[in-house]
């Protein structure tokens, strides 16, 4: 996980999300353990998705 590329644009509106989910939760009163794993488990997505975004890329 080095050499990364993106924008301030991307990191904004991810943090935005994460946001947006993590105040989801706390207004359906979610117990804070299970707010972290939702956070995490959004986290691990993104670099699942991401990382199969660049090898899908490289076999073009």
Known sequence: ?????????????????LSIIQNGMLMLHINPFWQNV???????????IEQYRRNKMWQY
């Not at 996980?1 to 999300?17: D, E, K, S």
């Not at 939702?38 to 699942?48: D, P, Q, S, T």
């Open 1 to 17: 996980m080095f050499g990364g590329v993106g924008t301030i644009a991307g990191t904004i509106l991810g943090a935005i999300f």
């Open 38 to 48: 939702v956070i995490g488990v959004v986290m691990i997505l993104a670099l699942g």
